[in-house]
Nanobody
Framework: QVQLVESGGGSVQAGGSLRLSCAAS????????MGWFRQAPGKQREAVAI???????RYAISVKGRFTISKGNAQSALYLQMNSLKPEDTAVYYC????????????????WGQGTQVTVSS
């Protein structure tokens, strides 16, 4: 079991920045990929960025160059630095982990946090 708790969400104007954090506890030695997902009202949950145990990253095209994913030692924490935020970034952001290396789709992630709201106003 892996427990995940997100923090750092909030409201910001377009062009602003936020930093999301996710604290991971429990059996984190089984984690090989950590990721950030988001879900806007009326839309499906989508992957934003993932990072594997080796530090390799992958980003959604919509956030590449604006968002940066990073992690703490031993998969104990996950971060998402979000710059140049746009109204279309408004969503609930979730932290998730997977036993599988380098996965991308939400069905491949087994543990999820409760989510944190990010609201970007124009």
């Amino acid at each position: 079991q892996v427990q995940l708790v997100e923090s750092g969400g909030g409201s910001v104007q377009a062009g602003g920045s936020l930093r999301l954090s996710c604290a991971a506890s429990g059996d984190t030695n089984i984690v090989n990929t950590m990721g950030w997902f988001r879900q806007a009202p009326g839309k499906q949950r989508e992957a934003v960025a993932i990072i594997d145990r080796s530090g390799n990253t992958r980003y959604a095209i919509s956030v590449k160059g604006r968002f940066t994913i990073s992690k703490g030692n031993a998969q104990s924490a996950l971060y998402l630095q979000m710059n140049s935020l746009k109204p279309e970034d408004t969503a609930v952001y979730y932290c998730a982990t997977s036993r599988v290396w380098g996965v991308w789709y939400s069905q491949q992630f087994g543990y999820w946090g409760q989510g944190t709201q990010v609201t970007v106003s124009s």
